[in-house]
């Protein structure tokens, strides 16, 4: 074997010495990474969080679907429990629309398969359904669709809710 790299031809040695002086520096070579983590651990008395909170925060989108000339649902699960009482929601400030700045889409916003509006709070969860806890659903939805369809355009917009502990006595 020595014999045999002894005769290589000066291309073949070079190669071989490469790919030795390669695999040495590799060797030498530092990878790091950094994994950041947070996490949130509620009270095991009153929740009501994403039942996968990796999308909270990011903007989702509702796609248009082209059959039915109209953008499709948007739905993500929630878990929820409340070990005092019911639970009540509703849109913070203002109802959901979507504009593109000069045209708006009204948005039905629902959580528990209820409709929530931002004039008053409504029971998503009695105290007995709250009690046991529950993986529900929150449900956006375009409003009616007009006489002419939806204006053509890129439209953003967001949805806030407040849920509030109702404590039964």
Known sequence: MLKKA???????????????AGSA??????????????????TSTFYVQPADSGWIGLPQR???NLVQETLDKF????????????????????DAYLSNGTN??????????????STTPIEIASASEAAAGQRVN??????????????PGNYSGNVNMTFDAMVTP
């Open 75 to 94: 739905r993500k699960p929630f878990d929820i429990k409340h070990t005092a009482g019911s639970i009540q929601a509703r849109l913070t400030d203002t």
């Open 62 to 64: 509702m796609e248009w």
């Open 138 to 151: 929150l449900e956006i939805a375009p409003g009616a669709k007009p006489a002419g369809g939806f204006a």
């Open 25 to 42: 520096i590799a060797a030498d070579t530092v990878v790091e990474h950094q994994v950041q983590l947070i996490a949130t651990v509620p």
């Open 6 to 20: 002894l005769n290589l031809t000066p291309v073949a040695a070079a190669l071989a010495l490469g790919v030795f």
């Open 104 to 117: 708006t889409i009204p948005l039905i916003v629902k959580f528990n398969d209820k409709v929530l509006s």
